[in-house]
């Protein structure tokens, strides 16, 4: 039986609009695991009655968006699921509040398996830009890609996390491309992309913007966020001479983390 004890708070809160949050957890023992950028922790919110009669206690994964170096928290990106079990309670929760984090941080989502000279093409939906931004934080100023382009599909510009970072790194880095797009705004203000991501991968936006052919020899895709996302671009990438990543044989070009 896993102990459920309290054993982190909120100590941040940034509520970007009603139903998108960012947070930092921060365990009380003063002892932030180490993880890898990409991977992800759980979260938890016992209800004491289940604790009570020893009921399965729902957990929660969720991408660690702080790099590795930050010791006083983990952040998380979040979404609120109006019917979901975890997020409504997350969303009653103020700065000092306690939580549940799991002990051990997991996921195989990394750069880890993907050699440096690598043209990054990392696509996300939603809250499924958390680990690029780990990425991008704890790899800032060294050669660990030749080029890394995100992709944020997201509903309306609004929905647009962690947008002032990341268009600040864009512009101040040669080999940073950030294309947001937003399918459902209509303000007529927003004059980036609108189409979902993996349509404007078949469109070929990639090299249009970049510069640089959707090539299996030298490009390595990540797909983040909603598995319908995931299942398409799988499709078209593979219609491509991309193939899914493997351990087992240490080749492959696409990576991928599912959200539900
Ligand atoms: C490896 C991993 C990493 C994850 N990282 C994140 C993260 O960084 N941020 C985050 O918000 N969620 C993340 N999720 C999803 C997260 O685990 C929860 O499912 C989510 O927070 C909703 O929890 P819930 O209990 O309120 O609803 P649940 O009962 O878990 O979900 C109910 C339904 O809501 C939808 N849903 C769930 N998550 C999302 C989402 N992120 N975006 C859109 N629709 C969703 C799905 O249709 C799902 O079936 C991750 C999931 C996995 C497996
Ligand atoms: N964001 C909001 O304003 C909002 C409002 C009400 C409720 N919610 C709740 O929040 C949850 C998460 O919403 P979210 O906006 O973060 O995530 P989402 O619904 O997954 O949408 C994020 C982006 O993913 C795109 N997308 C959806 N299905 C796709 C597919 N099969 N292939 C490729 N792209 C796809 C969406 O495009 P499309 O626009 O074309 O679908 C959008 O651009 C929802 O389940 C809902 O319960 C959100």
């Not at 790099?67 to 997350?90: I, Q, R």
């Not at 510009?157 to 990341?166: Q, T």
């Amino acid at each position: 039986m896993s102990d459920y004890s309290l054993n982190a708070k909120i100590s941040y809160r940034q509520d970007l609009n009603d139903e998108l949050m960012i947070i930092r957890v921060s365990p009380l023992s003063g002892e932030v695991p180490d993880f890898t950028p990409g991977q992800y922790a759980e979260l938890a919110l016992p209800d004491p009655q289940d604790l009570a009669e020893n009921k399965k206690i729902p957990r929660r994964s969720l991408s660690i968006a702080s790099a590795p170096s930050e010791k006083n928290y983990l952040e998380f990106y979040v979404v609120l699921v109006p019917n979901g079990y975890l997020t409504p309670k997350l969303w009653k929760l103020k700065v000092g509040d306690k939580i549940w984090l799991g002990p051990k941080v997991k996921g195989k989502f990394s750069l880890d398996p993907v050699p440096p000279t690598s043209n990054l093409i990392m696509l996300s939906t939603g809250t499924g830009l958390a680990p690029y931004v780990s990425m991008l934080r704890h790899f800032k100023g060294q050669k660990r890609w030749n080029s890394f382009t995100l992709f944020h599909g997201v509903r309306y510009e609004r929905d647009l996390g962690y947008r002032a970072e990341l268009e600040e790194l864009a512009k101040t880095t040669d080999n940073f491309f950030y294309i947001p797009s937003c399918t459902r705004e209509t303000n007529e203000s927003w004059r980036g992309e609108t189409g979902r991501i993996n349509t404007l991968l078949e469109k070929n936006v990639y090299q249009e913007i970049t510069d640089i052919p959707l090539d299996p020899a030298n490009c390595q895709v990540f797909l983040c966020g909603n598995p319908e996302m995931i299942d398409s671009t799988n499709l078209l990438l593979e219609s491509k001479g991309f193939k899914p990543y493997s351990k087992k044989t240490a080749d492959g070009n696409i990576h991928f983390e599912r959200y539900w």
